[in-house]
């Protein structure tokens, strides 16, 4: 499992004001099983991170859905109630439970790796 943070590159000086970092975290076969919201500063989205990584651990800061097209999937909160992050599609409630029991297993220690999109 890794932590990606992602700047995009499209981002220019003429767009300071619109979101330029996100993350996302994905299995050891690269399919992602959290991403972020959109984040304006570096420091946002690593913040954004740091809440993921803790509150990973803690079962009230999963909000379990299903989309209209019959598939499961999650969002994990912040402390304050936000919406942190939102998983991947998953067939099944079983397919999303073990996605949470990755996270909570791996994310608390994962490395961050920086790149650039677009």
Do not use: W
């Not at 975290?25 to 991170?49: C, F, H, N, P, W």
């Not at 803790?54 to 994990?76: A, E, V």
């Not at 109630?81 to 297993?105: P, Q």
Request: charged content about 25%.
């Amino acid at each position: 499992m890794k932590i990606l943070l992602k700047k995009n590159s499209s981002a220019g000086r003429a767009e300071q004001n619109s979101a330029a970092f996100s993350f996302s975290i994905t299995d050891d076969q690269g399919k992602m099983v959290l991403r972020s919201e959109s984040y304006r500063s570096k420091d946002s989205a690593k913040k954004g991170i740091r809440a993921v990584k803790k509150h990973c651990l803690d079962d009230k800061r999963y909000i379990l859905n299903m989309s209209s097209h019959g598939m499961y999937y999650f969002n994990l909160k912040s402390a304050n109630g936000v919406i942190v992050a939102t998983s991947g599609m998953y067939s099944s409630e079983a397919d999303r439970h073990a996605a949470i029991r990755l996270l909570k297993s791996m994310a608390p220690i994962c490395e961050v790796e920086e790149t650039v999109v677009g």
